[in-house]
């Protein structure tokens, strides 16, 4: 166990791209809300009027938190997606 903690400490979380937060990442408690793994930006809520995300809809299009992974590594994975997606998205408008 202690080694694969150290290799995950390695892995480097993005900030959210949108509101430069430093991302989180933390195993959820099994009879809470949330399954598994979840990652990203600790600011982001629905409709918080800085993340652009209003509706449940567009939280299932592009939430800034990943919930339910399976690992850790797969909610990192998933959070490194998001963040370089928006990275993306904002090279094009500039
Ligand atoms: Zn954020």
Not at 37 to 58: F, K, M, Q
Request: net charge positive; glycine share 8%; proline share 4%.
């Amino acid at each position: 166990m202690r080694r694969v903690d150290s290799i995950q400490k390695r892995q480097k979380l993005p900030k959210c791209p949108i509101c430069g937060a430093e991302a989180f990442v933390k195993k959820n408690i099994v009879d809470g809300f949330y399954m598994g793994w979840s990652a990203g930006c600790p600011r982001y809520r629905i409709a918080d009027g800085i993340h652009g995300v209003n509706t449940l809809e567009e939280a299932k299009e592009r939430g800034y938190t990943v919930h339910g992974a399976p690992s850790k590594e797969e909610a990192v994975k998933r959070w490194i997606i998001i963040a370089k997606m928006e990275e993306k998205k904002y090279d094009r408008r500039n």
